[in-house]
């Protein structure tokens, strides 16, 4: 049980590039979210998805994009890069099976992505 | 909206020190209150939580008490290890227009134990 992975661990883009940061889940979960860990402003919410299909915007979407076309998969993608999107990337999944009042999000290891 | 502020680390201890990372929150409602914890090269695992008012989470030696009348989840520990040289999250939960939860975190807390 791998539980939530991310793809890849590091990379380097230069400004205007694109990639796609890709988190997978084998726990069965419906919920994912990705999240960006910037120094001194702890993880903010970039985009969620509460299921396969459905995905909405957190706290700070502008620039990213994301799709959800298989319950264990969650894309996040940067169509343009930019410096001001360097960070480290988290992907957390979670669902509502667990108990209600004991939600606990579970954390992929983290993409570090630089743009120069 | 809803927030969590943190006391501002670096946070630096002798081994067996007594540890108190300070939390407070903003809300409406009553959420759920969380420590997250970051090991070096890792991402966050939950430490412990409370759910309700008065409530007291503990894991691993580290508790925290859901303090309603002052709106604060203070973390402590008695005697502190190397190990436990981390950053540490609080969070609360808060629920979305689709009916989920999402987190809500502080800036984190870098303690470092020495031994």
């Known amino acids: 049980n791998a539980g939530v992975t991310q793809t890849p661990k590091f990379r380097v883009l230069k400004t205007g590039q694109s990639m796609t940061l890709l988190c997978a889940q084998d726990m069965n979960h419906e919920y994912m979210y990705w999240y960006r860990q910037d120094p001194g402003m702890g993880l903010r919410l970039i985009h969620y998805s509460v299921g396969e299909g459905t995905t909405a915007k957190g706290e700070v979407p502008d620039g990213y994009n994301v799709s959800r076309l298989k319950k264990q998969n969650f894309l996040l993608g940067l169509e343009s890069a930019a410096p001001s999107q360097t960070s480290v990337y988290f992907c957390?999944?979670?669902?509502?099976?667990?108990?209600?009042?004991?939600?606990?999000?579970?954390f992929g290891p983290g993409t570090r992505l630089t743009v120069t | 909206g809803n927030s969590v502020t943190q006391m501002e680390g670096p946070v630096t201890l002798s081994e067996e020190a007594f540890l108190t990372i300070n939390c407070t929150y903003t809300?409406?409602?009553?959420?759920?209150l969380f420590w997250y914890v970051q090991y070096p090269g890792e991402g966050l695992q939950l430490l412990l939580k409370?759910?309700?008012?008065?409530d007291k989470g503990s894991n691993k030696g580290f508790e925290a008490t859901y303090r309603k009348e002052t709106t604060s989840f203070h973390l402590e520990k008695g005697s502190v290890q190397v190990s436990d040289s981390a950053v540490y999250f609080c969070?609360?939960?808060?629920?979305?227009?689709?009916?989920?939860?999402?987190?809500?975190f502080g800036t984190g807390t870098r303690l470092t134990i020495i031994p």
């Open positions: 809300a409406t409602g009553y959420p759920s």
């Open positions: 969070a609360l939960s808060d629920k979305t227009n689709f009916g989920n939860e999402k987190l809500t």
């Open positions: 409370a759910t309700k008012a008065d």
């Open positions: 957390a999944s979670t669902t509502p099976g667990l108990a209600e009042s004991s939600y606990e999000q579970y």
